[in-house]
């Protein structure tokens, strides 16, 4: 069932809507920003409960009984005073802004409002933007909407300011670890990673449960130590194993993408080792050796060199370019800046 107790580490938000709806000022729009994976659509999802359970009195803050027809109903996605706006092959379209448009006009059939939840609302297309916020500059007396976005630049400046923005921060990271250990217990086909290098994968997602839950679920946190020792310690004046490692890494776009993420984390674990003298602050928690002795290697402006190539590689991913020339000239830059002992 939806609990504001599920809703960790936005304590900001979260005193917003508790004044909403002590008060009984919900606001007719709001947008839902910040990082994807830390809660917002739930949020939303858990805000439409609690307006509409039957069993909380007007004027107050507290959770929905998750007992009554109308949770039961938000719970599974089957109330009718409560619409799922959600990307068709990537674009809202006008057509489901229309059905919002149609639902405004209409009283709810059994809810106190009726609540509009559109996720990803950076995709809608310019005629469903338009047409929305011709539904925003009108609202309807009972229905509210909530948009929800990790990208509100995507957003006209018009629909923007006719919502209240609600801005949800980055996880901590034991709050992540924690929700992500419920998330892999409901999940019991993914591999549950060792405590470890749960922690590790929680860097890696940068406060995002959805993030991190998609880093471990992609595997990229294994076989990293040879990776990353592969890379650092290429053989000067052997071109050889240098091309055969461009040709493994660049047989799996995708792979080579999350492996290039990976790199860079582990250059970013190296300048701070660098810059502190410590392990204190590292992501790669568990190749604290690998951070100190690479850190004895290069230089400062070496780390900031290598870490454009891969913002660049990268870059050169995304348009297409081919995979094995970008692999190696970023592997001869790595040999370059002393990757070589």
């Not at 996605?77 to 149609?102: C, N, S, T, W, Y």
Request: charged share 30%.
């Amino acid at each position: 069932m939806l609990h504001w107790s599920q809703i960790r580490g936005q304590e900001r938000p979260l005193d917003i809507l508790k004044t909403a709806l002590n008060t009984g000022r919900v606001h007719h729009a709001y947008l839902f920003t910040g990082l994807q994976g830390v809660g917002k659509f739930l949020t939303a999802q858990t805000f439409a409960a609690v307006v509409n359970c039957a069993h909380r009195p007007e004027g107050e803050f507290r959770d929905a009984c998750g007992e009554c027809s109308s949770c039961r109903k938000i719970d599974g996605r089957q109330h009718p005073d409560v619409l799922f706006v959600e990307p068709e092959k990537g674009r809202i379209k006008i057509a489901q802004i229309r059905e919002i448009q149609k639902a405004a006009m209409k009283a709810p059939y059994e809810g106190r409002f009726r609540i509009v939840l559109i996720d990803d609302a950076h995709t809608m297309t310019e005629e469903a933007a338009n047409a929305l916020l011709k539904t925003l500059e009108e609202p309807s007396k009972r229905m509210r909407l909530i948009l929800v976005t990790d990208q509100p630049h995507g957003l006209l400046d018009t629909i923007i300011s006719r919502c209240q923005v609600l801005r949800f921060g980055a996880l901590e990271e034991s709050d992540v670890v924690e929700l992500l250990d419920e998330l892999l217990e409901e999940n019991e086909d993914i591999e549950r990673p060792d405590a470890k290098l749960l922690e590790v994968a929680a860097g890696y997602g940068e406060g995002s449960v959805g993030r991190t839950f998609a880093v471990v679920e992609s595997g990229m946190l294994d076989a990293r130590r040879e990776f990353v020792e592969q890379i650092v310690n290429l053989p000067a004046g052997q071109p050889v194993p240098l091309l055969d490692l461009a040709e493994e890494l660049s047989s799996n776009k995708n792979e080579l993408e999350r492996k290039l993420d990976v790199l860079k984390l582990f250059l970013r674990d190296v300048m701070l080792y660098k810059a502190a003298g410590n392990a204190d602050r590292l992501i790669n928690t568990d190749l604290v050796d690998l951070v100190a002795s690479y850190s004895d290697r290069v230089s400062l402006d070496e780390l900031l060199g290598l870490l454009d190539e891969i913002r660049e590689a990268q870059r050169l991913l995304m348009r297409n370019v081919h995979a094995q020339l970008i692999t190696e000239n970023l592997l001869g830059n790595f040999r370059r800046h002393g990757a070589s002992a």
